[in-house]
């Protein structure tokens, strides 16, 4: 079964860190990987996108990379930000094209 | 564009009843799908579409029916609400293999 998992399902961070959000898959055969963020009682929203054949994607302060060999991908955020808690989710397309969610990581970023 | 509009955003049904929650798109994308969000659960896939008159079945597809007679639109009709239906609800579409823009999303409460 193809599955995606996020650990650790909650982290607190200092304002001002540098941190990283993980995300594992189980199957390498992969489309691509997109990084969400969502707001309490609100929809998702994309962060980034990465292809199959990319290593890694940038916007403003977050990055994220993809090993598709190992089966993982992370979210860098630096210099975080109170406005940076929300709910980050990770989503696979898998080669079936079924789009496959983990159950995120709840971020606080503690002023 | 509007992105992808999801209607009503909350619903109350009594046990037994029917709804359709609307879904409609305005960036010509073939791919549509729609996820239930429970606690602890993540995102877990209904149905899907991959173009007009295509559609299949996701992860957890009972008790709900979808047809796509247009690009733009997919609507999920509930047949006979049970309380374990009880869900936040979110549609996205795509261009195959691309970024997925999801739905504000639909609330429902089902007693």
């Known amino acids: 079964k193809q599955e995606v998992t996020q650990i650790p399902a909650a982290l607190s961070v200092p304002e001002g860190e540098n941190l990283v959000l993980n995300c594992s898959f189980t199957d390498s055969a992969i489309y691509n990987l997109q990084w969400f963020r969502q707001d309490p009682g609100k929809g998702l929203t994309s962060l980034l996108l990465?292809?199959?054949?990319?290593r890694e994607q940038t916007s403003g302060r977050l990055n994220a990379s993809l090993d598709k060999s190992s089966g993982r991908s992370t979210l860098y955020i630096a210099a975080s930000q109170p406005g940076d808690s929300a709910t980050y989710l990770c989503?696979?397309?898998?080669?079936?094209?079924?789009?496959?969610f983990g159950t995120g990581t709840r971020l606080t970023i503690i002023p | 564009n509007a992105g992808v509009t999801q209607t009503p955003k909350f619903q109350v049904l009594k046990t037994g009843q029917s709804m359709t929650l609307q879904c409609a798109q305005d960036?010509?994308?073939?791919?549509m799908s729609w996820y239930r969000q429970d606690p602890g659960m993540g995102l877990r896939l209904i149905h899907y579409?991959?173009?007009?008159?295509?559609?299949d079945q996701g992860e957890v597809p009972n008790g709900y029916n979808v047809s796509r007679s247009t690009t733009e639109d997919f609507p999920l009709r509930l047949l006979s609400a049970a309380p374990s239906q009880t869900s936040v609800y979110f549609c996205?579409?795509?261009?195959?293999?691309?970024?997925?823009?999801f739905g504000q999303g639909t609330r429902l409460t089902v007693v």
């Open positions: 996205a579409s795509q261009l195959r293999g691309r970024e997925a823009f």
């Open positions: 990465i292809q199959s054949s990319q």
């Open positions: 989503a696979v397309l898998f080669g079936n094209e079924k789009l496959t």
């Open positions: 960036m010509n994308h073939e791919y």
């Open positions: 579409s991959v173009g007009a008159g295509i559609t």
